[in-house]
């Protein structure tokens, strides 16, 4: 009897040893491959995507390709290839994303919004520090321009990246509902999707960004910016940058 209660206990503490090394192997934590979304989104959850080349598709019956990245002025992008996928550069200051299904904005506090980016030195402040991005929402002559989130040092690396940004969407002062949702009667320019100069929100001062992919979506959507906001390292090597190979997480 002593014997099997051994084995007994002994079997359990390797199943749990098992798990606890395997774990990690089929966690939702990032890194996240480029050619895939992240493993922590939910395709329940109600999402408005694009990409450049069009290779991400659906996730499930939540998610529909209705984004539009612009272009022209001081919104310029163009298309390149870098690191064996297509994306586009911003020439000008800003990144405008459309939404030409907007409306369903109006009922959310915040939005998710997931970017894969490109990790040149674009995405730190002009001191190589990570810096605060600004987005604009609402149309003129009322709009804001709230803070989403940073990317860490880390995530200049020489790769495509994963980040998660959260906007709040706030009510107007005029009462007039949501930033991104709604268009109030006195609204000026180019409305169409909700926002300025035909889009509906816009990333501000971004000169050299590489975008591949843009995603809003409900809180919660693409699962945290703990989980999805985690680099590849690069590391200085006698005063060369050397890049790690990324080991991502499917």
């Known amino acids: ?104 904005w109006e009922e959310h506090e915040s939005i998710d919004v997931l970017v894969q980016v490109f990790g040149n030195e674009a995405v730190l402040g002009a001191d190589g520090s990570p810096r605060t991005y600004q987005f604009l929402t609402g149309t003129l002559p009322e709009i804001t321009f709230p803070s989403g989130g940073s990317i860490p040092v880390e995530g200049k690396n020489n790769q495509w990246n994963w980040v998660l940004f959260t906007v709040p969407n706030d009510q107007r002062p005029s009462g007039e509902g949501r930033y991104v949702g709604v268009v109030p009667d006195d609204a000026q320019g180019g409305i169409g999707a909700g926002g300025v100069n035909g889009g509906t929100i816009r990333v501000e001062t971004v000169p050299g960004w590489i975008v591949r992919a843009v995603a809003f979506g409900e809180p919660g959507a693409f699962g945290t910016a703990e989980q999805v906001n985690q680099f590849c390292w690069s590391r200085s090597v006698r005063g060369r940058t050397r890049y790690q190979s990324c080991l991502y997480r499917h």
């Open 1 to 104: 009897m002593k014997t099997t209660a051994k084995l007994t206990k002994l079997s359990a503490l390797l199943a749990s040893a098992c798990l606890a090394l395997t774990g990690p192997l089929y966690s939702q934590d990032g890194p996240f491959p480029p050619d895939e979304w992240p493993a922590s989104a939910d395709g329940e959850k109600l999402v408005h995507f694009t990409t450049v080349d069009f290779s991400l598709t659906e996730l499930g019956d939540g998610w529909e390709e209705t984004l539009s990245v612009l272009s022209g002025g001081d919104q310029a992008t163009e298309p390149m290839m870098i690191s064996g996928f297509e994306g586009v550069k911003v020439t000008g200051n800003y990144l405008n994303i459309a939404d030409f299904d907007y409306s369903v």
